[in-house]
């Protein structure tokens, strides 16, 4: 069994939104799992975030979605594969 993941941290969050949903809209069918997290909540809300994605499907797409994602200027992501050796 073989687990993809890509992690996104956006560095201010606000202004990068748009971009990323754009892009992840646009690589939807890929997506599983799909997870946001930013530190404070009402007048306390972090420009920092964290997507975590599972990704499924086509190799190529997986690594479009990531280059995509690594274009936008203040976003790292890092693509990760784990497996379990049975």
Do not use: F, P
């Not at 930013?38 to 479009?64: A, F, P, Q, R, W």
């Amino acid at each position: 069994m073989e687990k993809t993941v890509l992690l996104v941290l956006l560095s201010h969050r606000r202004d990068e939104a748009v971009k990323v949903q754009q892009i992840l809209t646009e690589y939807g069918c890929i997506i599983k799992t799909r997870l946001g997290i930013h530190d404070g909540v009402l007048d306390k809300c972090s420009e920092v975030g964290l997507l975590m994605l599972e990704l499924v499907g086509d190799e190529t797409e997986i690594n479009k979605l990531n280059s995509s994602l690594q274009a936008i200027k203040g976003i790292s992501a890092k693509l990760v594969k784990l497996s379990l050796n049975n």
